[in-house]
């Protein structure tokens, strides 16, 4: 029997302690350089043009324009159609407050801004109105039933205001249109013994004998209206083709009416499209001159067709052509900002 090997009585703090492996190096981090900046440089904009460029057109076109205008009319007239360069305001004045002021004063041509104003408010907010429904049907169809409608919209665009304005009078002609057709078949007798054929003869649409829509406010309004029809419905379709339908299936499923849904889903959605299409064909209508012309009583005519009758009319002063252009310009500008003041209170008041 062999002998049990000796302990190590040796303490193990003495004890010489096993060789371990080294660790292994770790790579090294490699750190990105620092980035070092770049003077600014003006880059092209969408359209290739460097912003310099891009302002010197935005000058031409916009800025340039006006201040001839505006120097214009400041300018003096001469005997017959002659003007010269100057620096008078009476061109000012004379929109204001007549010609003869302070001996007498005209409100002639401050009334011709107001209807130029009424003319296009309205004007424009039909054409919303009645846009929206055919503007909200498009955008629930198919793609292909919308590319269709789309395409017939702007097709549509393409017919002048003289062609537009020449269609409608024929239709309201007192020989050939709506009054003949409610004369020959026996409406006009009919009317006659109420009280409607009254309240048509204060509207100005009809006369002691017979139903007549030209001349009149309302006619004016609405073939104004026609004109801008097709550009409200184009407006108004990309914001009400982006409606979620989801939103509006689960105001249905939770008990709300069409009519509910409609006013508390689909049209908060879109308040802001809706007053930029009012604005955008406010501002576009405040030109109108052919519908003017021919639809409109005389004595409501709108300063665009006065600033036509003192450049290109009877009258040739130009620089007072160009001082009713810029009072009307910056009565939209006006009519602009208070419509964009109310709407961000609006907004804020929600």
Known sequence: MSAPAPRDLTPAAARPRPAEAPAPARPPVATPPAAVPTPSEPGPGRL?????ALGLVLLALCVAPFALVLAVSLGVPEDGAAWDWGLSLQNYRRVFVGLDWPETTSRLYLARLGWSLAYAAL???????????????????SRRTQTIWLVFLLASLSLSEVFVVMGWDILMSNRSGLPMLFRESGLTDALKATPIFDWLREQGLASPRD????????????VM??????YAVILLYPAL?????????????????????????????????LLGAVLLLFVFLLGAYVVVTQFAD??????????????????LNAPFGAAQAVVLLVAAATALLAASGLARLAERAR
């Open 48 to 52: 290739g043009l460097s912003r310099p």
């Open 123 to 141: 004007a424009s907010v039909v054409a919303v109105a009645f846009a929206f429904p055919l503007a909200w049907a498009i955008a629930r169809r």
């Open 211 to 222: 139903v007549r829509f030209k001349t009149s406010v309302p006619l004016t309004v609405l």
């Open 225 to 230: 209206a026609y004109l801008v029809f097709p």
């Open 241 to 273: 083709s982006r409606i979620d339908p989801a939103m509006m299936e689960a105001a249905r499923t939770m008990g709300a009416r069409p009519g509910t849904v409609m006013r508390t889903v689909v049209i908060p959605q879109v308040r802001l499209p």
């Open 298 to 315: 005389p004595a409501r005519h709108t300063l665009t067709v006065s600033i036509y009758e003192s450049v290109r009319g009877a009258t």
